[in-house]
């Protein structure tokens, strides 16, 4: 057996037969480039701690991972594409842990931004790789079921980033979250090496680097802007990068309308099932993303688990994950995908508002049929439309096409912790607002506590040490009189901790629930668009793709086993030509 698979797939007169051993390792690359999000949320109370972070450096610590990851997919495809996707994916790794090395050795809130800036840069070389080489390495009759474990990978990383974060807070400091990130890729780019078939097209002309730059562009603008006017006002800087946004994708698009070889041809979208397999993939997101983001605070700051609690009561999510993708491997090839597609949508929105029923008084039981729901719900909805979106694309485009749905997915997402994130503040801060009117709080400490959950907290604990310390004083002073007072004004102190404690739990409470409503609502309008777009019956088209079709011999499970209708992959006025 040879150590370095060298041999490419389409010159094997059978299917390769390690190929599952393959996608094991791409599975393995994509696990750690989705966690690298997801663990940071619970190891940012830890590192604002040691590295004095503001509000605004934790944000672009999280968000510097995510805008040279959504804006460079789209080029970084197409060069794997046209030189080496595997090459890709281990330089990918390679850069991957470089900045996750770096990220562990820093001391300030700029390095830290750079390091996750690098790692970002990674994951856009990684994340499309994965899917291109998984199309490339499997035969269309097993494409979707690749796909499904490929999305049930991504929906275990949301889960377990959390998990694995907290096992490692509970005996060491945030950077080991950076370096249990080493010796992964290692071991992932070892297995790309030794069991992932190399890959590029056959047929692929110069790259259209123009557009590639125009995308870069316009979805880093985008993204930036997603970013920053939510959270920090609709200054300068958001306004200016919205204005960058709009005419960067008017350019991109008019460019490569133009262009003969263009790095997107943007005409797919006019097909009603690629746009909506595309809008089913943002609007999941931006809901999972979302709600992930306000559920880890409310186990964490409201009722009180450490990270690594918190990360077991995620669990059952990834758990309904894997049997909701088990469940459209079955139901996607009797149904059609645009049954299991809307159920999973309609689950998913009633998730979201089985969730605006909590209240102060939940308790950790009242979230697990959300989370079960919500799982299910992303195994049923995003297989399909990952293996729809991939099979509109013919083989000399196949890491554009995991780009593209990559970055539906990190758009959505992106949109999904601003929107609903911005809506939680403005919740919390106005409930604040209202259970505190009257109150003697001080106005940099009402600042504090409005900013966020966790300063509301800091700022009872604060009024609680008060107390603590009046009372020490009470007992130990000699004159009665004196100790009266002192005790007096420690138990005024005490009650008024109390009271701030329970405003600040309820204020957040109802401002998840009046989040998730508004989450419900988008994710529901959402679910009536995509139903509409995609195709009505099995036998229907999705960017050139039959739903239910097959080709050599085998059914696909969400309608990507239909030959191309161009091979040589020429693009045309026509889809005919032509997934995490």
Known sequence: MRLVMNEPVDSMDRPYPRRWWALVVLCL?????????????????????????????????IDGYTVPYAALMLLLGAVGDKYSRRGALVLGLLVFGGGAVAG???????GVIA????????????????????????PRKERAKAIVMWTATAGLAIAAGPLVAGMLLEHHGWASTFLINV??????????LVLVPPSKAAHHGRIDYVGGALSVVWIAALVYMIIEGPHFGWGVNAITAAVVAGVGLVLFVLWELRHPRPVLDVRRFTNRGFAGSNLAVALFFLAVFGAFYYLTQHLQFVLGYNPLETGVRMLPLAGAVFVGSALTGLLTPRLGMKVTVTAGMVGGTTALALLTQVDAGSAYGAFVPSLILLGLSIGLALSPCTDAIMGAFPESELGVGGAVNDTSLELGGSLGIAILGSVLANGYSSHLDDAVRGTKLPADALATAQDSVGGGYAVAQGIGDQARALAEQAAQAGAPQQAAQLKAQADQLAHGARQMADAVGSSFSDAVAHTSLVGAVILGVGTVAVAVLLPRRRGAHVGGV?????????????????????????HSNSLANSSS
């Open 183 to 192: 010796p992964v890729a290692a071991l992932a780019i070892i297995g790309a």
């Open 546 to 570: 039959a739903d239910g079709g097959s080709v050599d011999g085998g059914a696909s499970a969400a309608g990507s086993a239909a030959a191309e209708a161009s091979a040589g992959g020429a």
């Open 104 to 110: 562990s050795l820093v001391d300030s809130s700029t």
């Open 29 to 61: 690359s994509l696990l750690i480039i989705v966690m690298a999000n997801t663990a940071l949320t619970v190891a940012a109370p830890d590192m604002t701690k040691d590295l004095g972070l503001t509000s605004s450096d934790l944000q672009w610590v």
């Open 115 to 138: 390091a996750r800036a690098v790692m970002g840069f990674g994951a856009a070389m990684i994340m499309p790789a994965t899917l291109s080489l998984l199309a490339a390495t499997f």
